[in-house]
């Protein structure tokens, strides 16, 4: 029974994103930088934003929330391969409750970022120049893309 009211909760919040068109963004946490990614004025597109020194968060969170009106906030959450949590997992749960704790009106969602850095990288390969391509801060902020991007996709 539980089950299904999380689903139907699920699936409400789903359709309000999709009606009210959020700006949005996504977040990969990291202990050292963090990547940011932000959806375009229509909540369609993501595209990676900036990456920061992670001991910056609060003050950009803050000034992110308010200069560009954010309503929807995408965490990647690091999970194994088979489900488990990674050594950052509960790293990642203590910055949601910052989150939640410091900015009660974005909504804010956990979202599954298995394989992102991957694809990140490998997409830098085939885009970027060689020197680029070792640059781990366009790494951060192009996996935020890809889980806000993944997100939204969900949602239709």
Known sequence: ?????????????????LLTMLKAIGIDFGLKRTGFAITDDSGIIASPLETIDSRDLP??????????????????????????????????RQFEKFVKGSYPNPEV?????????????????????????????????????IILQDYMNSLS
């Open 109 to 145: 969602v956990l979202y599954d970022e298995r394989m992102t850095s991957k694809i990140a990288q490998k997409a830098l390969i085939q885009i970027s120049r060689k020197e680029q391509r070792k640059q781990k801060g366009l790494i951060d902020k192009m996996s935020a893309a």
């Open 59 to 92: 003050s950009y969170l803050k000034k992110i929330i308010e200069t560009k009106k954010i309503k929807l906030i995408v965490i990647g959450f690091p999970l194994s391969m088979d489900g488990s949590d990674t050594d950052i997992t509960e790293n990642v």
């Open 1 to 17: 029974m539980l089950k299904s009211v999380n689903i139907a909760i699920d699936l409400i919040f789903k359709i309000n994103v």
